[in-house]
């Protein structure tokens, strides 16, 4: 994993001087608050509904044990007790005091973590797969490039007030965990013979608009990538709107212009500035992709994983449910739910994030991740470690078997704390997690994504959840939309609006309708929500879902 | 023929603390909803929201938000408002806390 070289300290350490002075200023009355918003956004620092929030970047969602042990500290210290982990596999905590923050940023400087870019119109945390380096099918580790895009946008002069936020997304497997196609740029590695190189997605995004990202190049070779993408931005950052928020985002640039024109544009800046490129970034890439060098990985047999499987029916469906196949044949990559039945997704206590560090400590190198699905993983662990890891999640609450099953929910913090919230995203993921629960249907409905927003905005993903769910203010009331069919994955889709919106306490019963309606058209067990979906459309869902009132009427 | 003022009251955050608060009758700030002054006259409501603007060093993110007059005092009306005088529905957490009632 990467280590902070001594630039990455110094600059970090003299941004959190900066800020600490800054918010002294504040206080103090020199600086009004028009002037000081930019400052603390620039430093992750929001103004919620019943409080500030601070955002920390987690760079492509890799901790270390002493950084997942500093932010239980955090969330112990200056908060209520827990953090909360977002879709972009950052952390948000939710209750922080202004005159604390300076002390917050200094500790995580202590563990070589910030808050910085992770607000305003510049380049925020670059994303991966939560797989990456472990998974089995990726063609290779994206988070050496991604730490190098890292190094590259903070605090870029040209792309510190860029017309919009942009989002960078980058996946090592053609399995796309990372969502690259709702991102503003999506990296995904191929491989052309031997050559490694990039396909490269352009003009993605959710949101107001939600748009699939197009291919901008098929095929860009690895050392050429950061022109590329300087060249990109650049171009948005000289053509794209600044008349409109709304209309602010590269994927209405290129929508706008048309991928050719946009296109064209890039490649005549790419040609002009590559030469500049001579080459030390490739020398700084070879660095960082030594420190990101796999682990010594045990060489333990797996009779005893094996054995365990036959003897022990909850270790077996846990097994199932939320292990994926590691690239060395003797390990796994364990997911462990933080969304337990009822709980919020995305939070974890203190203590359970304590927990993670010393399991990782203990059977996983060390290394953690978080999910952009807001679960948290151990990438490598030894298949003979998986009954105690098992055990011990147990005894702690966090053996949930539900990873990619109904309750595996994707929500933003909608109006229970986000000022721009338009609804509450969080009671209805609570709710149907619980209700499926009782209803005992959760492991027949089987392989699901449930996505939920509590605004346009779309942080919780809707647009591409096989049922998303959007909560909107109609006349002072909560009311939320149901699209149906999008996918987040390598077929990706925008679901399609299913028809009139729900009260707040319809929604279960309508998303249990459409539930219904699967169980009972679907080809076999082995069909999928989706896979149904695709197979005969919307029809017999919306019918499911409005045909009673329709009835009624 | 104009509209029908709907009523206001003055709402923010603490600066310091991030917390909820309410513009009294006497220009002090409350926790509490109830003991914010009800304006009925938009006028009037433009000039409190001015002052209240001024006090930059101790609040932020001042605004008017619509208001009812209920039996301990004002009430909001939209549901935004009402989540703001408790908190968050996930936990007890914000005004509803034991320590903040």
Redesign the interface.
Known sequence: MYNYSDFDEAFVRTRAAQFRAQVER????SL??DEFRPLRLMNGVY??????MLRVAIPYGTLRADQMRQLAHIAETYD?GYGHFTTRQNIQF??????DIPDIIDALADVQMHAIQTSGNTIRNVTTDAFAGAAADEVADPRPVAELIRQWSTDHAEFQFLPRKFKIAITGSAEDRAVIRAHDVGLELVKRGDEIGFKVLVGGGLGRTPMLAPVIREFLPKADLLPYLEAIVSTYNLMGRRDNKYKARIKITVFENGLDTFRAAVEEEFARIRPAFSGVDQDVLAGIEAQFAPPAFKNTPVEFYEKSLEVDPLFKTWAKQNLAAHKVENHAIVTVSIKEHGA?PG?ASADQMRLLADLADRYGYGELRISHEQNVVLPHVAKADLPAIHAELLRAGLATANVGLISDIIACPG???CALATA?A??VA?EIATHFKALGLEEEIGGIKIKISGCINACGHHHVGHIGILGL?RA???NYQITLGGDAGPLAAIGERAGPGFAYDEVVPAIERILRAYLAIRADREETFIETFRRLGPAPFKEALYSEARDAA | MSRKFTPKVVTANDLREGCVIYMTETGSWSMHHHEAELIEDEAIAELRLLKALGQGDRIVGAYLADAKPGLKGPEPIHFREVFRTRGPSNYAHGKQEAANV
């Open positions: 504040r206080l103090d009355g009004t608050e103004l919620q509904l019943h409080a500030y209520k939710n209750w922080p005091k202004l005159t919020t939070d109006m229970d704390y509450r969080i009671p609570q203010d002072g009331v909560e």
